[in-house]
């Protein structure tokens, strides 16, 4: 029988990162990816020796991908757990005050990084069959808007919807897909988004926030559900947090 073996965008940070100790620490072998080629390779050092494989790999560019899931060995094949969870969010401010850039950064990082690395990552989880997963990582932004969540919220509901759209596409293959909705989590999102590393810190005073070791948890309690389980979809929030009501606009 085959090692069972997680696969994670955004494993430099955050998520990612607490979701490769999780696992790694449980048994499971770890394919750490992202673009911060020295934390990966900080990440690959702490943990049980031969249980990490790393490889560098931008979402943004299909050609990294591609050559990051030719690259693998075949010890980490075939692939049990996809974790899509790479991405980020960069800006606050509502239109028309944004930069193009920063939406077309979200685009290619939030939806496109992820199609093109589950297109290319589904044979290696049939390969596994049934027990195999897909976890892909939206947010409650893609659910709730809010003023300057623009382009990041709705890239967000793409991936619950895309979530959807590849659990119909892989009917009959085993493979299970989730959206994994967190709320406000403590991570280094804060300081990507605003570009203020302070800001990531007194953002979070005071509200008790997710933390990244949270929703690792919950990556773990989806992957190791029986195999005819499929949860769909599962927002969190911290309790700190609740569902905004929508705004009146009094004269
Ligand atoms: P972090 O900023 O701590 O981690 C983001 C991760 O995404 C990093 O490992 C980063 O790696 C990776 N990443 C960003 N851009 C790229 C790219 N072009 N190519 C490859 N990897 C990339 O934030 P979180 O852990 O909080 O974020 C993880 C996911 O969770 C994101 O999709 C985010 O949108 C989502 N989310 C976050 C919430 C929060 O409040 N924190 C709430 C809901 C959802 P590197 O820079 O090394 O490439
Ligand atoms: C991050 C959650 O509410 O900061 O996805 O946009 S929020």
């Not at 892989?170 to 967190?182: A, K, N």
């Not at 403590?186 to 605003?194: G, L, M, Q, W, Y």
Request: with cysteine; glycine share 10%.
């Amino acid at each position: 029988m085959h090692k069972k073996t997680i696969f994670i965008t955004g494993a430099t940070s955050g998520f990612g990162a607490a979701t490769a100790r999780l696992f790694a620490h449980n048994g499971w072998q770890v394919i750490a990816t992202g673009r911060r080629v020295e934390r990966l390779e900080a990440l690959r050092d702490e943990l049980p020796a031969g249980m990490v494989h790393i490889a560098a790999m931008d979402l943004t560019d299909r050609d990294s991908i591609i050559a990051a899931i030719k690259g693998l060995p075949d010890a980490f094949k075939p692939v049990t757990c996809l974790f899509n969870n790479g991405g980020l969010a960069l800006g606050t401010k509502p239109m028309p005050d944004i930069k193009v850039d920063d939406w077309r950064v979200m685009v290619e990082t939030n939806i496109m990084g992820l199609i093109h690395t589950s297109q290319e990552m589904i044979p290696l989880l049939k390969a596994t069959g049934p027990g195999a997963s897909i976890i892909n990582v939206g947010s409650i932004a893609g659910r709730f808007a809010y003023p300057g969540g623009n382009v990041y919220g709705a890239s967000k509901a793409f991936v619950r919807q895309f979530s959807y759209e590849m659990r119909c596409d892989l009917e009959g293959t085993g493979i299970r897909v989730t959206s994994l909705e967190p709320g406000m989590a403590k991570s280094e999102f804060t300081a990507v988004r605003t570009g203020d590393a302070k800001l990531n810190e007194t953002f979070y005073e005071g509200a008790e926030p997710i933390l990244p070791e949270d929703i690792a948890n919950t990556v773990w309690f989806l992957a190791t559900q029986p195999d005819h389980i499929n949860i769909n979809s599962i927002e969190i929030m911290p309790v700190s947090q609740v569902p905004a009501v929508p705004k009146i606009l009094r004269k």
